[in-house]
């Protein structure tokens, strides 16, 4: 059988986290399976990274190409290794990379692919992976050939490794890829705004808002708490908040000592970016919603009405 | 400029998921909406449009059932055509042959630019552009927004996390997982989509039902309640009452 | 005799080039007229005469501000009464020795000494009093129009005052009213002293006064139809064909294709005419709620703005291509003024010459929404509806989740007769601050024996306000799937407690073939506490009563809740703005959807401010689940929980019936 070939990405030359819990996952699937775990990176950086990664074995795609992430030069690169390496199953994160290459190393290589993955265990020697479907409100329990099949995990899901490793680093090189061109790369606007990630607690609003006339109820309930105010990606894209304010896959990751979402149903690329605050309250009218699974406590109520009552409340208590 | 732009119809989320008996979703029980993200593409297509001047913008969906709707809202919205890839596919056609469908249609069709949604809620792959994009072996990117075409060159903005981005150059065809239009999908009335569902019509495109590679569904089921949160009853008043108690507890209360 | 053939010569010249222009201006105006969309409004001759004299002759609407109404009518008379010196005056120069006789003569100089007093009093209004309505109209033509008048009557002066000379040197005709023109006579005198009697000095003052009069007289006539003052003639008309159907029909009848209003072609041609017949008084902008809290709509402008686009493209020939001219909705009328519309109707109730400005408002937003320009909120709103069937965007199988935890069961009105059936409606079935409410009434019903039901999952918005957005067909797909509901349930009458579904069940639903009698719930409750089906115990408080625009206004409902209410044993007070002359909350038309922006005040924050210049009033007491909504948010965001309760009516009789324990007993007011 071929090996788990776990496709990490870096964050400031290191592994990031989300690829060390892929690496940790991809252990223990492998010794259930009797086989080894290979990890792929890029960048000039990835070979002094993978050296101390917890796999069998390790490859750094390198070349000036290599150095930022780009689509078809990162697709191109692992269609090739794959093709080496036979593996039985690839792992990548549900970022936006795992977005860009799984679905379409899948295709290209005829393999079955398994996307938004929170679980994946051996029963029986056969690799079963859950799969959060309906913006989480439903499970799916996937059984996965070991074929090669692409599988892209929602981060968070699984413990970064705790040990590390000494595998052999190999290396390769990445081809350059002219029809697809980085122009630039953009950090997000520093100062200006607060920073949601420094805040103790955070009050969060989602679509249950209803409108940006609505914020200054979320304003007032943060100002009774000493709270900053953020929110899940609707609330950006209508225009009610800047994305400096947004948690979740493509805004900010947070783990405030006190999260309240108020009015945002938890789909799993919001849960992404919250799920490990010390204390999450959670009201939203539709008592089935996910952000139920991962709050600590939880009120089916409207919040536009909650939230003046319970503003008034701390209020008096502050006072 | 043709721009194809991939339709699908999803379950709305507003309703309860039924589950049968054998852990599969009760399909007829269901209303279905345009799945979201491909509103939003259809919408940044139209965008697209506004701006060049002539570009011609296609809707295309492989008919699974009621279909029609939905392609007839995006003519009304301001697509040029609509294509109905139709065959011998059921309401629970998995994305992945859909995507083999989508890319049948695509590979002659002679469209410069595709976009579809960046994702859909209702499978375990439905990252229908990458699949697409697999098939055609077409330079892509997913999780984008801000499309521009200038030059035979399309270009948009890449989202990863921590709000960082990356300004992206690709060469035609191209594909795009959009994740949001630059403005709020647009309203279309329905006397609009009626008076066009009588003018236009579809045209309708043979495909046939491929053999892909599959991960078999055991089963469906609703998250158990393990890690559940701890339920407050009670109006308003009750609940903020419990919320400041909690609070107060844990000592997030300011004095 | 050379002066009386030259005057009779100009006096032909005048009247020949005064009645071409103004036919000219008439024809260009009436082709317009033709081309828009028919509509009927030439039925009930009878009552619309009885309109005409109610609102012309005895200015009813117009005396609703008092001094405004008063010198409207001194000069409204005057043009009247003083045809009869027109008559006289072109007489004595036609026909020698004419004379209207003394009585008639002495009735002329009367009323040019009303008239004056009048003028007098409207330029006071204008440079002293100067009310906010007047803002943006055209005072320049205001007060060319009141001069013009002033010239009139002085002419009418200045030729009596040497008639008697004239009479005698140069026409040889006896002068027997010359006492009766008192005025004029008086100014003899002052000729007389003078010794301006020769047949010179009378000559060319009678014709210095008959060209004020009679000169001015048909230069207005050419002119009036390019000013304000064409209402002169078209008001009566426009009074005459105002609509006698249900007020709070918007749409009379299905419409062909839509009832968008893109060009004026697309205006029934009653809202042309409305357009020439529009004052700039400015009354409708004095009530209107978006312009009182600050929102850039005023009623009269969209009508003025309306008008000189029209006018425009009147004068470039082809006012019904028009290509390079810009769009009426969204370009002559901006879309921030008609998406401020609360469609509260306040304006139409004002004018004094019933013209209607909410459906050119809603044809306009209808244009504005085929171009998918709407506001995110009401889009939302919108799609909720469709999907759904109600603007909270729940499933439609949540719509009779309300009813958990009562102690009894409601019937599904659609599986076993009934006698009542409830239309419940969206905010009282889904807005959790409305719910308690909604198991009140139906508590309240069970009490009083009533065999009632509802239609469960099968009921959805009434489309009200979908209509109102500008969407008709949302509206129709509404209509279809209620209309299928009811089409199964047996009841003998229905009723409902949310106004804005009343208005539409009863009046939008008529052109869709349904007509069964639609009551609110206050005129059902009414009628079960007469029977002494309720009984009340009196609860000795003073409140105050809003009455809804969808109840009092479109719907003439304002006696039923208020006898309701006195029937609880409550002291009401009436604030100022009451009955059909209601202030809106702001919730109509979908604005309960709709973004805030350049609110600067809220009409509900306004309308509890009305409410607590009120002495000793503790209670505000409300009839639409959208008004529990609005005041209540206002009086908790004004910190006046302590002061004013907004309570439904439902309430009243819940704490009268028993039903509810009194939770304060008194609030404090004094």
């Known amino acids: 059988m071929g090996p788990i070939v776990v496709v990490t990405e870096l964050e400031a030359g290191r592994v990031a986290d989300a690829s060390q819990e892929l690496l940790t996952k991809s252990r223990e699937v492998a010794d259930a399976l009797g086989t080894t775990v290979t990890a792929v990176g890029f960048g000039g950086q990835a070979a002094s990274a993978l050296a101390g990664a917890a796999a069998d074995a390790a490859i750094a795609v390198t070349g000036s190409a290599a150095e930022v992430y780009s689509p078809r030069v990162y697709e191109r690169a692992l269609a090739s290794l794959l093709k080496e390496q036979a593996p039985s199953l690839v792992m990548l994160s549900n970022t936006t990379l795992g977005m860009d290459l799984g679905a379409a190393l899948a295709s290209f290589s005829g393999q079955p692919m398994v996307g938004y993955c929170t679980g994946l265990s051996v029963q029986d020697g056969q690799v079963v992976a859950l799969s959060q479907i309906y913006g989480g409100k439903l499970l799916a329990e996937v059984e996965v050939p070991v074929t090669g099949s692409i599988i892209t995990a929602i981060p968070g899901s699984w413990p970064a490794a705790s040990a590390g490793g000494s595998p052999a680093v190999a290396a390769a090189v990445a081809e350059p890829a002219p029809e697809v061109e980085l122009l630039q790369v953009i950090m997000p606007e520093s100062g200006g705004d607060v920073d949601i990630t420094r805040s103790d607690i955070l009050v969060s609003v989602g679509r249950g808002i209803q409108g940006p006339e609505n914020l200054e109820l979320a304003d007032e309930l943060a100002a009774s708490l000493g709270a900053v105010v953020s929110c899940s990606r609707p609330v950006v894209d209508a225009g009610w908040l800047p994305r400096s304010r947004q948690v979740g896959k493509s805004g900010q990751t947070v783990k405030p000592r006190a999260y309240l979402a108020m009015g945002i149903s938890g789909a799993p690329e919001h849960l992404q970016g919250m799920k490990d605050a010390e204390l999450i309250i959670a009201v939203n009218s539709d008592e089935s919603a996910p952000i139920f699974e991962v709050a600590h406590f939880g009120a089916a109520v409207d919040i536009l009405e909650l939230m003046p009552v319970l503003a008034e409340k701390l209020q008096g208590r502050a006072g | ?255 | 005799m050379v002066l009386r053939t030259v005057l009779e010569a100009l006096t032909a010249v005048m009247l020949l080039s005064s009645l071409a222009l103004f036919g000219r201006r008439v024809r260009a105006i009436a082709g317009v007229m033709k081309k828009a969309r028919p509509i009927v409004r030439t039925d009930r001759v009878g009552e619309r005469l009885a309109s005409v004299v109610e609102h012309v002759l005895l200015h009813r609407r117009m005396f609703r501000i008092t001094f405004s109404g008063i010198l409207h009518f001194f000069i409204f008379s005057g043009f009247v009464v003083l045809l009869i010196d027109i008559v006289e005056t072109i007489g004595e120069v036609f026909i020698p020795g004419f004379t209207v006789g003394p009585v008639l003569a002495t009735i002329v100089d009367v009323w040019d000494v009303v008239v004056l007093v009048g003028i007098a009093m409207a330029v006071y209004n204008r440079v002293v009093i100067k009310p906010e309505r007047f803002a943006g109209s055209d005072e320049k033509d205001a007060f060319l129009i009141l001069g013009l008048i002033t010239a009139i009557v002085s002419g009418i002066i200045v030729h009596d005052s040497f008639y008697p000379f004239l009479a005698r040197e140069v026409f040889h005709v006896p002068d027997p009213v010359a006492r009766a023109h008192f005025l004029g006579w008086g100014l003899s005198r002052l000729w007389i002293a003078l010794g301006w009697t020769s047949p010179v000095a009378a000559g060319a003052g009678y014709t210095l006064g008959y060209l004020l009069d009679i000169g001015v007289v048909f230069g207005f006539l050419a002119y009036l139809p390019y000013s304000k003052h064409f209402h002169i003639f078209s008001a009566v008309p426009n009074i005459f064909v105002r609509n006698l159907r249900p007020l709070g029909e918007l749409v009379p009848k299905v419409p062909e294709e839509s009832i968008a209003v893109r060009s004026f072609q697309d205006f029934h041609w009653k809202d042309i005419l409305d357009l020439y017949t529009c004052t700039e008084c400015g009354r409708c902008q004095a009530v209107c709620p978006a312009h009182a809290a600050g929102q850039p709509l005023s009623p009269k402008m969209v009508i003025l703005k309306l008008r000189d686009a029209l006018n425009e493209r009147i004068a470039a020939g082809g006012w019904q291509e028009a290509p390079a001219a810009p769009a009426l909705a969204g370009g002559v009328v901006s879309p921030e003024e008609l998406w401020a519309c609360t469609t509260c109707g306040a304006c139409q109730e004002a004018c004094p010459v019933f013209i209607e400005h909410v459906p050119k408002i809603v044809g306009l937003r209808s244009a504005l929404l085929e171009d998918g320009e709407v506001d995110a909120g009401a889009q939302k709103a919108l799609v909720a509806f469709d999907r759904q069937g109600n603007s909270f965007g729940q499933p439609a199988r949540k719509r009779p989740q309300w009813a958990k935890g009562l102690d009894f069961p409601i019937k599904d009105a659609r599986k076993e007769p009934v006698d009542w059936l409830w239309f419940v409606g969206d905010f009282a079935a889904y807005d959790p601050r409305v719910q308690d409410l909604t198991r009140l009434v139906a508590q309240l019903l069970h009490l009083a024996g009533v065999d009632f039901g509802i239609l469960y999952e099968g009921e959805v918005n009434s489309g009200n306000d979908a209509l109102r957005i500008g969407e008709y067909g949302l509206f129709e797909n509404l209509a279809a799937k209620n209309l299928q509901a009811l089409e199964k349930a047996q009841y003998n009458r229905i009723f409902t407690t949310d106004p804005h579904s009343l208005n539409a069940l009863k009046n939008e639903y008529r052109k869709l073939g349904f007509e069964s009698k639609v009551m609110h719930y206050t005129e059902a409750f009414g009628e079960l506490v007469a029977q002494g089906r309720l009984t009340l115990a009196p609860l000795r408080l003073r409140a105050t009563y809003h009455d809804p625009c969808y109840l009092g206004r479109w719907n003439r409902i304002t006696e039923a809740p208020r006898a309701l209410i006195r029937r609880t044993g409550v002291d009401l007070i009436e604030m100022p703005r009451h009955g059909t002359q209601s202030f809106c909350c702001g919730a109509g038309g979908g604005r309960i959807w709709m973004e805030e922006a350049g609110m600067e005040e809220r009409p509900a924050n306004q309308r509890i401010k009305e409410a607590l210049a009120l002495p000793d009033v503790a209670y505000f007491v409300v009839a639409c689940p959208k008004d529990v909504s609005m005041f209540s948010a206002s009086v908790t965001a004004m910190g006046l929980e302590e002061r004013l309760k907004v309570v439904d009516v439902a309430e009243l009789l819940g704490v009268a019936t028993g039903l509810l324990q009194v939770r304060e007993v008194q609030l404090a007011t004094s």
Not at chain 2, 140 to 150: G, I
Not at chain 2, 231 to 253: F, H, N, S, T
Request: glycine residues 8%; proline residues 4%; charged residues 25%.
């Open chain 2, 1 to 255: 400029m043709k721009i194809a732009v991939l339709m699908k119809d999803v379950p709305d989320l507003v309703e309860d998921l039924e589950l049968t008996d054998e852990g599969q979703l009760a399909v007829d029980e269901l209303s279905f909406i345009p799945s979201e993200w491909d509103d939003q593409a259809l919408e940044e297509a139209l965008l697209v449009k506004d701006e060049m001047g002539q570009a011609e913008v296609t809707a295309v969906a492989v008919d699974t059932g009621d279909v029609d709707s939905m392609l007839y809202t995006a003519l009304a919205k301001g697509a040029d055509r609509a294509v109905k890839i139709v065959g011998e596919f059921g309401r629970d056609l998995p994305n992945r042959a859909r995507s083999a469908v989508l890319a049948e249609y695509l590979k002659t069709a002679g469209y410069d630019l595709i976009l579809t949604g960046v994702q859909a809620i209702d499978d375990v792959d439905g990252q229908v552009a990458g699949l697409v994009a697999g098939h055609l072996d077409v330079p892509h990117a997913s999780v984008v927004r801000e499309v521009a075409v200038a030059g035979g060159h399309v270009r948009c903005l890449q989202e990863y996390s921590a709000g960082r981005m990356a300004e992206l150059r690709l060469a035609t065809p191209a594909l795009l997982g959009i994740q949001a239009a630059r403005k709020p999908p647009r309203y279309v009335t329905i006397a609009k989509v009626r008076q066009v569902t009588k003018s236009a019509s579809l045209e309708e495109v043979e495909g046939e039902l491929p053999e892909v590679p599959t991960a078999a569904v055991r089963r469906l089921f609703k998250p158990q309640a393990a890690g559940r949160a701890v339920m407050w009853e009670g109006d308003p008043e009750a609940v903020a009452e419990q919320i400041v108690a909690l609070l107060d507890d844990r000592k997030l209360i300011r004095s």
